[in-house]
């Protein structure tokens, strides 16, 4: 019932930048909070920086400062800003929306295919 696509990722070099997009569609009601993860191999997907639909922003301790989460409302797209990118910032990174989509009376949590960032010289 819900769609995110998103796109962005490639290949950086130390020190570098990137932005990724996120871009939700379908029977779309409203959408709650957005969110970026990022999985490395063998790892668990884990938190990266999350945007509520007010513009409330929270962050990993170890993106802070490097990373900006942002979203436009009226398009129903989350954006991630990485500057300063290190190695270690390597992984795939997936989309998540909670929205209201459909006829479903509830929240539910809907997932990108993931984009590959990664880091290298």
């Known amino acids: 019932q819900v769609q995110l696509v998103e796109s962005g990722g490639g290949l950086v070099q130390p020190g570098g930048s990137l932005r990724l997009s996120c871009a939700a569609s379908?029977?779309?009601?409203?959408?709650?909070?957005m969110a970026w993860y990022r999985q490395g191999p063998g790892m668990q997907r884990e938190l990266v920086a999350d945007?509520?639909?007010?513009?409330?922003?929270s962050y990993a301790e170890s993106v802070k400062g490097r990373f900006t989460i942002s979203r436009d409302n009226a398009k129903n797209t989350v954006y991630l800003q990485m500057n300063s990118l290190k190695p270690e910032d390597t992984d795939v990174y997936y989309c998540?929306?909670?929205?209201?989509?459909?006829?479903?009376?509830?929240?539910?949590?809907?997932w990108g295919q993931g984009t590959q960032v990664t880091v290298s010289s």
């Open positions: 945007i509520t639909s007010g513009g409330r922003t």
């Open positions: 379908g029977s779309i009601v409203s959408i709650n909070t």
């Open positions: 998540m929306a909670d929205a209201l989509a459909g006829s479903r009376p509830y929240l539910g949590r809907y």
